[in-house]
């Protein structure tokens, strides 16, 4: 059984350069969740998928963020002209939607080890 | 408004002994789900504990137990016999069902167990 995974596990860019990640979910989960951490706080949501469908992206999330899910499984969350201020940990969860397709509150979702960000 | 608070930045604890972390939250949705996650210093969420609001007990899962006091909007976690391991960050999370997909987190509760 595998859990979430997320590739690479740390990456050093400099300031202005692109970066893509990747995340895997657990394979019978449909949603997905990237979400952003800082040092002493807890995780930020990004955005939210459903299949291959981005039905929630967070208002903190500037235009050079962009995720993609095109098969319904992997996905992938791209940071252009990456700035200090990027520098985090990246999480990605999945879930099932264990109380019906509509529901969200009974929602568990599984986190990968995560990706961390630092911009030089 | 912060949604969830976990006013404990830090807890310490004796190895074996029990230990309660705070979490209390505000939402005016009635079915909501209360989540509790644990982070070692390796960086991964793990779930640990789920309550939903209209359940009528309270969770347990092996040393782990959530203290729901519903009419106090409150989730706590506790620990039993603690052990050297459990020394992490640990987040209370929510969710509601008629509001949109965005879990909240709170800013977590260190907890350092030592022997």
């Known amino acids: 059984d595998t859990g979430v995974s997320q590739d690479p596990r740390h990456k050093i860019t400099k300031r202005g350069q692109n970066v893509t990640f990747r995340c895997d979910p657990i394979s019978e989960h449909n949603r997905l969740y990237w979400y952003r951490q800082t040092l002493g706080q807890g995780p930020e949501f990004l955005t939210y998928?459903?299949?291959?469908?981005?039905?929630?992206k967070s208002r903190l999330l500037s235009d050079r963020f962009s995720a993609e899910r095109p098969k319904g499984s992997f996905s992938t969350l791209e940071i252009q002209r990456t700035e200090q201020g990027d520098s985090a940990m990246y999480l990605c969860a999945s879930s099932y939607p264990s109380g019906g397709s509509g529901r969200t509150d009974t929602d568990t979702q599984y986190f990968g080890p995560g990706t961390r960000l630092t911009v030089l | 408004a912060q949604k969830i608070t976990q006013t404990q930045p830090g807890m310490f604890v004796q190895e074996k002994e029990a230990v309660t972390l705070d979490c209390t939250y505000d939402t005016s949705d009635p079915s909501y789900g209360l989540f509790w996650y644990k982070q070692p210093s390796s960086g991964e969420m793990i779930f640990l504990i789920y309550q939903g609001s209209y359940d009528q007990q309270n969770a347990t899962e092996g040393r782990y137990s959530l203290n729901f006091q519903k009419a106090r909007k409150s989730a706590n976690l506790v620990i039993s016999a603690s052990q050297l391991g459990d020394s992490a960050m640990y987040f209370c999370a929510m969710r509601e069902a008629e509001g949109s997909y965005i879990p909240t987190f709170g800013r977590g509760t260190s907890l350092i167990v030592h022997p």
């Open positions: 998928f459903q299949n291959e469908a981005q039905l929630e």
